[in-house]
């Protein structure tokens, strides 16, 4: 009978310690809701990534397109009818640079898709890219070409060829 009294003694300390974790519990919870509107959410983390290849990379590409070329002509007041007016097209192009030579085009990163903008050129294809080392400057360029969609007033797909110089600096060039 006395170890059976002993269990009961320890069940009704055990109610007693989860009742008061209850209860903490249950103030913790008050108290978050209660500062719930001066929380700060925590600030997103930037992951850098630094490639040492472009094979298999992620890019983001910055373009500037025009219908027209830049007037060398001082004369502003003058207008010719037979030029269309000058037009700019840009944006940005998020590219991946397979290891087998081929590109994709990725989605926007977090960003509403922006394509339908009227200065907004459509980038229908990506070709394959290289790395080719330059004759003339002994230096490292990134080649690729595709297939640009622009809108009114040209409204037609024309093939762009696209050249970057790839910097290695920092890199272990051994």
């Known amino acids: 009978v006395g170890s059976n009294n002993n269990g009961s003694g320890e069940v009704e300390q055990l109610k007693q310690t989860a009742s008061k974790l209850r209860a903490e519990a249950q103030a913790a ?12 959410p925590p600030s997103p983390t930037v992951i850098e990534t630094t490639y040492l290849d472009l094979n298999d990379s992620c890019w983001e590409i910055t373009y500037r397109f025009a219908n027209e070329p830049e007037s060398n002509d001082d004369n502003s007041d003058r207008i010719n009818k037979d030029q ?3 037009k700019t097209y840009g944006g940005k192009l998020q590219l991946h640079f397979r290891d087998d030579g081929y590109t994709d085009i990725l989605p926007p990163a977090g960003e509403e898709d922006t394509s339908t903008e009227s200065n907004t050129a459509i980038f229908e294809k990506v070709w394959g890219w290289d790395a080719e080392t330059s004759t003339e400057d ?37």
Do not use: H
């Open 29 to 40: 919870e008050s108290a978050l809701r209660s500062s719930k509107g001066t929380v700060i």
């Open 84 to 86: 269309p007016e000058r």
């Open 138 to 174: 002994s230096l490292e360029y990134l080649l690729f070409s595709a297939d640009v969609r622009l809108p009114p007033p040209v409204s037609t797909s024309e093939r762009f060829y696209f050249q970057a110089r790839v910097d290695k600096e920092g890199m272990d060039k051994n």
